[in-house]
T-cell receptor
Framework: NAGVTQTPKFQVLKTGQSMTLQCAQDMNHEYMSWYRQDPGMGLRLIHYSVGAGITDQGEVPNGYNVSRSTTEDFPLRLLSAAPSQTSVYFC????????????FGPGTRLLVL | KQEVTQIPAALSVPEGENLVLNCSFTDSAIYNLQWFRQDPGKGLTSLLLIQSSQREQTSGRLNASLDKSSGRSTLYIAASQPGDSATYLCAVHSGGGADGLTFGKGTHLIIQP
């Protein structure tokens, strides 16, 4: 199993550009989520999905869109990047069971100029 | 709103010492609590998961305890090694189950050879 994979590892964007951060998991997990990690802020939940076709907002959803067309993939879209979105983004997945741990991807480091 | 606090923010100890990292949370209505390890520039690795009905979990030299009523958890590391140097994150799973994890800001641990 590859676990949770994320691409790209690093990206530089100009203000106003759009991009999609990719996340995939091969563990057949129902639950997937996106977090951002900022210095001094800890990790914060952006969006999550409990299954294909179902998504919902987390703590800091503004400026981000998600979709879940398959169980494996959960892309995060930035429609118009802003410097405030400079961060490290982590995708996570979990079997839909409160007893299970979450598995995290290696992260995407995004710099918006 | 759940809030998670980790003390200390940073810790440096000589190799071989036993040490304790602390985590506190404001809302005791939790499903579980997890301790993660994060190495510089890397993703998160789950170390221990404690269910709300449990008091402690052990894995090798690591022992995590949970006192849900007082909103506290500790991570005990025995016989520390330089390879234990990393940031340790505490995360609480609460709310409706789909709300994701609430993270503390972490303890940056350095083990001096």
């Amino acid at each position: 199993n590859a676990g949770v994979t994320q691409t790209p590892k690093f990206q530089v964007l100009k203000t106003g550009q759009s991009m999609t951060l990719q996340c995939a998991q091969d563990m057949n997990h129902e639950y997937m989520s996106w977090y951002r990690q900022d210095p001094g802020m800890g990790l914060r939940l952006i969006h999550y999905s409990v299954g294909a076709g179902i998504t919902d907002q987390g703590e800091v959803p503004n400026g981000y869109n998600v979709s879940r067309s398959t169980t494996e993939d959960f892309p995060l879209r930035l429609l118009s990047a802003a410097p405030s979105q400079t961060s490290v983004y982590f995708c996570a997945s979990q079997r839909w069971d409160d007893q299970e741990t979450q598995y995290f991807g290696p992260g995407t480091r995004l710099l918006v100029l | 709103k759940q809030e998670v606090t980790q003390i200390p923010a940073a810790l440096s100890v000589p190799e071989g010492e036993n040490l304790v990292l602390n985590c506190s949370f404001t809302d005791s209505a939790i499903y579980n609590l997890q301790w993660f390890r994060q190495d510089p520039g890397k993703g998160l690795t789950s170390l221990l998961l404690i269910q709300s009905s449990q008091r402690e979990q052990t894995s090798g030299r690591l022992n995590a305890s949970l006192d849900k009523s007082s909103g506290r958890s500790t991570l005990y590391i025995a016989a520390s090694q330089p390879g234990d140097s990393a940031t340790y994150l505490c995360a609480v799973h609460s709310g409706g189950g789909a709300d994701g994890l609430t993270f503390g800001k972490g303890t940056h641990l350095i083990i001096q050879p």
